[in-house]
């Protein structure tokens, strides 16, 4: 089982760092091969929209993003983590999605698949916190997160989402939080098994 983990926040010990931290170990207790991906580490360019992947599906833009691409394509499983900006993905993590455009690109447009079709082979997990305590505050996050799965193949399984919580360490006040971002982390790598 091979799990790809992306760390999307701006914050290298923020609260989605450590929820995702909970969910890499239940995976790698299940047995799962996890490697670790921050965002923040990455030079990427935001997508440029001239189509340069019509011909093979592939991103032009030579930069960080060729190497993430092909983790993308080798995982059996997701793992992404952004906390909440104005109701969205962190701008990093939108970066990479927006990227992706290229995948959308190959899905669609090179090889026809018909839209709406689900061929999900793989699976992913999405985990995200926000500072307030919206309704909808991860509506949006969980839709674009929803659709970038779908490019990728992989169905998304119950995003593991927090409110409330906003200053480095607050998450660390929620053990009940951690030891569901672990279990996640378990189930994903037994639905991969």
């Not at 989605?16 to 360019?45: C, P, Y």
């Not at 080798?74 to 993905?89: D, E, H, K, R």
């Not at 090179?110 to 985990?127: A, D, S, V, Y």
Request: proline fraction near 4%; aromatic fraction near 10%.
């Amino acid at each position: 089982m091979s799990i790809l983990a992306i760390y999307g926040s701006p914050r290298r010990k923020g609260n989605t760092a450590e929820l995702m931290k909970q969910a890499v170990k239940g995976a790698r207790d299940e047995g799962a091969d996890v490697e670790e991906i921050v965002l923040r580490d990455l030079k990427m360019s935001p997508c440029l929209e001239i189509y340069g992947c019509k011909k093979d599906g592939r991103c032009v833009i030579k930069d960080d993003f060729q190497q993430v691409y092909d983790k993308l394509m080798a995982c059996q499983g997701l793992i992404l983590a952004s906390p909440i900006f104005f109701y969205s993905v962190s701008a990093h993590t939108k970066i990479l999605i927006d990227r992706c455009q290229s995948l959308w690109v190959k899905k669609y447009w090179i090889e026809n698949t018909p839209p709406g079709q689900k061929n999900f082979k793989r699976k992913g997990l999405f985990l995200s916190v926000g500072a307030t305590k919206g309704k909808k505050l991860f509506d949006g996050a969980v839709l674009t997160v929803r659709y970038f799965f779908d490019v990728l193949d992989m169905e998304l399984l119950d995003p593991v989402v927090f409110r409330g919580l906003d200053f480095e360490g607050d998450i660390l006040q929620h053990p009940e939080f951690l030891e569901e971002a672990y279990a996640s982390g378990k189930n994903l790598a037994r639905a991969l098994a």
